[in-house]
């Protein structure tokens, strides 16, 4: 196979155009003319956010093109280098804040106070303004409804008043990951108006090519934007420490605004401009045999290419239940019409799509779905508003599509929200409540045991040529590798690609001799984070990529992010994120989708098709209520059964049903009362029993267990093996107990079956039997060869990293090591004793005494502190700092972000002994 990088940015480079939702843009200003004079305000123009922050975002990337990058080099418009250059000298003494260690970059940068005079200089000299405003949120780190984070800061308000009083046309660019407060910005009267999102190292070219009208924006919002942060329902709700209430139940996003409070909303769901019009027409509909077939023609009626995205919604019978005034059920995008150009879209749907979860019983039918009687209307439009009806279909008697069981369902009482009979506003009732607790139907479900045989000669191999069964394979594990094989281990394992989160299946030389490959998984949803420094591709942030509502674009960037990975041997992507944008200020937002289950489900799904038809795959995560950070293993969700299958859990299902995916990462927190790494309900009887999955399911980062009532904790492996959680990510050393895990102990007091852990052990080896490092194991991995990549994006391969072996003491000679500015160095540990160590650096500069030369080290890709040197005239200097070695496997990327300093050697002492740091304020913590 053939990964031509071109194709590879030309296909995200579309994907960030084709994402950038338009919200206003009176008068026309935009697209931007041929010649057009651009005044380029705001300070994050020199540092485009590619992404969000934390495992989502850590992509090393040979370069990012930003806006002002895109727009410097576009031949059809001239950016104002007086205003750039004053942005530039501002920055040399207030450079960009990265923030020191995990969680810590600020939400937004300090924004440079502009007086009027600077703005009236640049306005005589410019046709119109743009002023760029970003914002950054992520793991571990929720926005916030403060200035500077959703709301705009005092200096950004300064700001756009200043340029919207010196400029006649004003352009506000959002670059960020999820929404921010917009009614603040519209208040401040901009022309035009657009999220751009965070588009990955790319981004800022789909932006032109939007701005100058190369392309008609399309994107289209996959979130309700309402007036204030307090209009949505699960305001009250969202942030709580210890219980998240989910009380708006099903009434997430545009279900509760067009249900219950239109008039909160300022741009509703679905909706974006183009720079072209549209005619959309219902050709056809019928309802027969339990199939809606709709037949949309888009016509395109205005001056300018463009594509549209027509969408689809029901309004189901109020009922018993209670329905939310529109939902929608399909959607489909048109290729690019030119002026006058039809296309017609044709969409056909199964009735389950207009069905509703009865989690109480109040149809008769509980537990099951149900189509309750009344008339079902289909619309069909570009936005949640604006709409016609295609046609409707009549339910005489309410009838199930779908008979379940009660799962999951909270076993605490709460209220939840439920539309009025009379359909005036929302109500409150009591969710239904847990009839049978988790426990009882774990024990009913384990599974016989197959003897144990030991040795008997069997491969994987073996298995997968149908030689021999997987009963039989697994037969042939021992208490000890049945142990062993639910470990994962890292980050960082030097058994797979240096720098990458995680190792599962062969972690031990007697589970390699049955053949069993150690596959390596890596961060994560917008592109592989190589924490050794390695390049790789930083895609446009989930949002992004769902505002396209292109599910075959999104597929085919993920075929090349697939092949990229292949290059890298990386088998399974930590990604994609996909849990529900309940909040706006879930720090993860950028990383998922939507506050829509169908759109979630659709882009997951194609995500995964692109990655497998590469040989590759992808982890659904964090399954499945992971919306907000703050408190993330500890907070517990309180959710009704029909909201998680409705909402929480539908983008899973159709992920998995639709788009076959095979690995999926359970989130870190509690649900409804259990941990969701432990939880039976969840990975076994809905995921495997209801859906069919035959994957793999691991858990989060060192997540925590619990049994049925007691308290979580990191070591209870045996509450994830009964739940068919099938591994726990990560340990230090798989091979070894290292985490201290209770499976062997289960196993003895017969708390854990051993048949339990043969399921986990088949799942794990099925899988691993569909991945690319069975391929590489047995050679018959297909090759990827890469084309056109640009040599200063080359990056190393995973053999290129040399694992150091710490102990005591360890000297390594730098003389040779490449400190010109922007150069990486990477050092790669595996340290025999966690705890502080002294590093020292000896460096020398010929540089000016002031000179400031700061060398900054990265661990896991994140920075945990820097070296800074002085010009020494030429002599050596050793510097001395105290560092804290917290994981086995540590990677250690020097960065140079100045040239001038030579290095002589590097020098780590052991001094102290994890558990017996006192201040660890004192140390740079290395991870
Ligand atoms: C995150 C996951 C990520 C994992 C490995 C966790 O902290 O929640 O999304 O895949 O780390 O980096």
């Given at each position: 196979?053939?990964l031509d990088w071109n ?6 480079v579309?994907?960030a155009?084709?994402?950038i939702?338009?919200?206003k843009?009176?008068r026309n200003?935009?697209p931007?003319?041929?010649?057009c004079?651009v ?8 540092h485009y ?8 975002g850590l992509?090393?990337v040979?370069?990012?093109i ?7 080099s ?8 007086e ?11 207030h ?6 260690g ?5 939400w937004?940068?300090e924004e440079m106070?502009?007086d ?16 760029i405003?970003?914002?950054?949120a992520?793991e571990?780190k ?5 200035p500077?984070?959703y709301?705009?800061?005092?200096t950004?308000k ?14 506000v ?9 917009t009614?603040?910005l519209c ?16 981004g ?7 701005l100058?009208g190369?392309?008609?924006?399309s ?5 309700t ?11 009250p709700?969202f ?15 545009y ?7 239109p008039e909160?909303v300022l741009?509703?769901?679905?909706f974006?401009?183009?720079y072209t019009t549209?005619?959309?027409a ?19 009626t ?16 109020q ?6 005034k529109?939902?929608?059920?399909a ?7 030119g002026?006058g150009e039809?296309q017609t879209l ?9 069905a ?5 019983g109040?149809?008769?039918y509980p537990?099951?779905y149900?189509l ?5 209307t289909?619309?069909?439009g ?6 016609r ?6 339910v005489e008697k ?5 008979t379940?069981k ?6 605490r009482?709460f209220?939840r929200m439920?539309?009025?009979a009379?359909?005036n506003?929302?109500?409150?009732e009591?969710?239904?409540l847990?009839?049978?607790s988790?426990p009882?139907?774990r ?7 197959i003897?144990y045989t030991?040795d008997?000669g ?5 298995v997968?040529?149908g030689?021999?069964s997987?009963?039989?394979f697994?037969a042939?594990f ?5 142990s ?7 980050m960082g ?14 972690v031990?030389?007697?589970l390699?001799?049955?053949?069993v490959p150690c ?10 984070r190589l ?10 942030c989930?949002t ?24 890298n041997?990386?088998d399974?992507?930590?990604?994609p994120g996909?849990?529900?944008h ?6 993860r937002n950028?990383?998922?989708f ?5 759109v ?9 098709r692109?990655l497998?038809?590469?040989g590759s ?5 964090h399954?499945c209520?992971n919306n907000?950070?703050?408190?993330r293993?500890?907070?517990?969700v309180?959710?009704s059964e029909?909201?998680?299958r409705e909402i929480?859990l539908?983008?899973?299902e159709i992920?998995?049903?639709?788009g ?5 990462m359970?989130m870190?927190g509690?649900?409804?009362g259990?941990?969701?790494?432990s939880r039976f309900d ?10 069919g999955?035959?994957?793999?399911v ?7 267990m ?6 979580p ?5 045996a ?6 959680n099938?591994l ?6 798989a091979?070894?107990?290292s985490?201290?895990?209770?499976t062997?102990e289960?196993?003895?007091?017969g708390t854990l ?13 099925r899988?691993?039997?569909?991945t ?7 050679g ?16 190393f391969l995973?053999?290129?990293?040399v ?7 360890l000297?390594?000679?730098l003389s040779?090591?490449?400190t ?5 160095f ?5 340290t025999?004793r966690?705890g502080g ?5 000896t ?6 005494e002031l ?12 920075a945990?502190?820097t ?5 020494t ?9 105290k560092i804290?070695i ?5 990677i250690i990327r ?7 300093l030579?290095l ?11 558990d ?8 740079m913590?290395?991870?």
């Amino acid at each position: 196979m053939t990964l031509d990088w071109n194709e590879y940015i030309e296909t995200a480079v579309q994907a960030a155009g084709e994402g950038i939702v338009l919200l206003k843009n009176d008068r026309n200003v935009l697209p931007l003319p041929a010649g057009c004079r651009v005044a380029v305000y705001g300070r994050i123009q020199t540092h485009y956010y590619k992404s969000g922050t934390g495992s989502g975002g850590l992509v090393n990337v040979s370069g990012v093109i930003g806006i002002l990058d895109a727009l410097l080099s576009c031949p059809d418009v001239s950016v104002n280098r007086e205003l750039l250059a004053r942005y530039r000298e501002w920055e040399e003494t207030h450079p960009f804040d990265e923030g020191i260690g995990w969680g810590n970059e600020p939400w937004s940068q300090e924004e440079m106070p502009l007086d009027y005079a600077a703005a009236a200089a640049a306005a005589a000299e410019s046709d119109v303004a743009l002023v760029i405003i970003g914002r950054s949120a992520g793991e571990d780190k929720d926005n916030k409804d403060v200035p500077g984070a959703y709301r705009l800061s005092a200096t950004e308000k300064d700001m756009l008043k200043t340029v919207r009083a010196a400029h006649a046309k004003m352009v506000v660019l959002l670059n960020t990951g999820g929404i921010m407060d917009t009614q603040g910005l519209c208040d401040l009267a901009p022309d035009a108006l657009a999220y751009v999102w965070q588009g990955g190292m790319i981004g800022g070219r789909g932006v032109c090519d939007v701005l100058t009208g190369r392309v008609s924006p399309s994107g289209k919002l996959t979130d309700t934007i309402a007036k204030t942060i307090a209009d949505y329902p699960s305001s009250p709700y969202f942030g709580d420490a210890v219980r998240n209430f989910y009380a708006e139940d099903i009434y997430v996003g545009y279900r509760y605004f067009e249900t219950a409070a239109p008039e909160a909303v300022l741009y509703p769901f679905g909706f974006g401009l183009s720079y072209t019009t549209f005619d959309v027409a219902v050709r056809s509909f019928s309802a027969e045999n339990g199939t809606v077939r709709t037949a949309v023609a888009v016509t395109n009626t205005g001056g300018r290419r463009g594509k549209e995205a027509v969408q689809l919604y029901a309004q189901c019978p109020q009922g018993k239940l209670g329905k939310p005034k529109r939902v929608l059920v399909a959607f489909g995008k048109t290729r690019e019409l030119g002026s006058g150009e039809s296309q017609t879209l044709t969409f056909e749907l199964a009735e389950s799509l207009f069905a509703s979860y009865d989690d109480g019983g109040v149809t008769g039918y509980p537990s099951c779905y149900v189509l309750e009687s009344g008339t079902y209307t289909v619309y069909a439009g570009t936005s949640v508003r604006d709409v016609r009806e295609a046609g409707s279909f009549t339910v005489e008697k309410t009838r199930v599509t779908e008979t379940l069981k009660q799962l999951l369902a909270p076993e605490r009482p709460f209220r939840r929200m439920k539309p009025r009979a009379d359909e005036n506003g929302m109500d409150w009732e009591g969710v239904p409540l847990s009839r049978e607790s988790e426990p009882v139907r774990r024990a009913a479900a384990i599974p016989s045991e197959i003897p144990y045989t030991g040795d008997a000669g069997i491969t994987l191999a073996d298995v997968r040529r149908g030689g021999s069964s997987m009963e039989a394979f697994v037969a042939q594990f021992s208490d000890d590798d049945l142990s062993c094989v639910i470990r994962g281990e890292g980050m960082g394992s030097p058994k797979v690609t240096p720098g990458t989160a995680g190792a599962f299946g062969g972690v031990s030389a007697a589970l390699k001799k049955f053949g069993v490959p150690c596959a390596c998984c890596a961060d994560g949803p917008s592109g592989m984070r190589l924490d050794s420094g390695a390049k790789a591709f930083s895609l446009p942030c989930g949002t992004l990529l769902a505002c396209t509502f292109n599910t075959e674009l999104v597929e085919r960037l993920f075929f090349f992010t697939g092949l990229e990975m292949a290059k890298n041997r990386v088998d399974v992507l930590l990604g994609p994120g996909m849990n529900v944008h309940r909040h706006p200020l879930n720090g993860r937002n950028f990383e998922y989708f939507s506050e829509d289950p169908l759109v979630t489900g659709k882009m997951a799904a194609a995500q995964i098709r692109g990655l497998h038809s590469a040989g590759s795959t992808g982890t659904l995560k964090h399954f499945c209520c992971n919306n907000q950070e703050f408190k993330r293993a500890e907070a517990d969700v309180a959710v009704s059964e029909r909201a998680l299958r409705e909402i929480y859990l539908k983008g899973y299902e159709i992920a998995v049903k639709e788009g076959g995916a095979d690995a999926i990462m359970t989130m870190y927190g509690s649900l409804n009362g259990m941990w969701a790494a432990s939880r039976f309900d969840l990975n076994t009887a809905i995921l495997r029993g209801e859906w069919g999955f035959d994957g793999v399911v691991m858990t989060d980062w060192w997540a925590v267990m619990n049994d049925y009532g007691a308290s979580p904790s990191k070591t209870n492996f045996a509450a994830m093996a009964r739940a068919q959680n099938d591994l726990y990510m990560v340990c230090l050393d798989a091979a070894v107990n290292s985490t201290g895990d209770n499976t062997l102990e289960a196993l003895a007091s017969g708390t854990l079956a051993r048949s339990e852990l043969q399921r986990s052990a088949a799942n794990i080896c099925r899988f691993l039997m569909k991945t690319r490092a069975f391929r590489r194991l047995s050679g018959t991995e297909d090759a990827v060869t890469v084309v056109n990549r640009p040599a200063e994006d080359r990056s190393f391969l995973p053999d290129e990293v040399v694992y150091h072996t710490l102990s005591d003491s360890l000297e390594l000679d730098l003389s040779a090591v490449d400190t010109s500015k922007d150069a990486d160095f990477v050092i790669a540990l595996n340290t025999e004793r966690l705890g502080g160590y002294d590093m020292e650096l000896t460096g020398a500069s010929d540089l000016g005494e002031l000179s400031q030369i700061p060398v900054t080290v990265f661990s896991q890709g994140i920075a945990a502190g820097t070296f800074t040197w002085n010009g020494t005239g030429g002599a050596w200097l050793t510097q001395t700092r105290k560092i804290c070695i917290n994981m086995k496997y540590v990677i250690i990327r020097l960065y140079f972000s100045r040239n001038g300093l030579r290095l002589k050697n590097l020098k780590i002492t052991f001094r102290v002994d994890k558990d017996a740091i006192t201040d660890p304020q004192e140390y740079m913590q290395l991870f």
